[in-house]
Nanobody
Framework: QVQLVESGGGSVQAGGSLRLSCAAS??????????MGWFRQAPGKEREGVAV???????RYADSVKGRFTISQDSAKSTLYLQMDSLKAEDTAMYYC?????????????????????WGQGTQVTVSS
């Protein structure tokens, strides 16, 4: 049973930093490597893609977070990370990690929710201005 558990959320002032973690279990993270991603959903808004990474090291970011967020993974620890710097009030949302159905993160549809078949429960990030 694949499980994804996020942690690291919290409240921070604008300009601050947070590091989110997503611990994966129930499968071999290294040997069954797929595109992994972070998504977020603010109140009253649709869930949107934030960043993805695959085993080749390819990363893709939403324009709104480029230059501020960094996605990474540690296969030995079966953990996905999202380093968030220079946080803004508009980054406030529930953040979810997700496991894609395919190995490589597509250029065109990496942010399409239906491409992901496993999701975590989310961790709340609140940025005050």
């Amino acid at each position: 049973q694949v499980q994804l558990v996020e942690s690291g959320g919290g409240s921070v002032q604008a300009g601050g930093s947070l590091r989110l973690s997503c611990a994966a279990s129930g499968y071999s993270y290294a040997y069954n490597s797929v595109c992994m991603g972070w998504f977020r959903q603010a109140p009253g808004k649709e869930r949107e893609g934030v960043a993805v990474v695959d085993s080749t090291g390819t990363t893709r970011y939403a324009d709104s977070v480029k230059g501020r967020f960094t996605i990474s993974q540690d296969s030995a620890k079966s953990t996905l990370y999202l380093q968030m710097d220079s946080l803004k009030a508009e980054d406030t949302a529930m953040y979810y990690c997700a496991r894609n159905k395919v190995m490589f993160c597509s250029t065109s549809d990496w942010g399409t929710l239906s491409r992901y078949n496993f999701w975590g429960q989310g961790t709340q990030v609140t940025v005050s201005s």
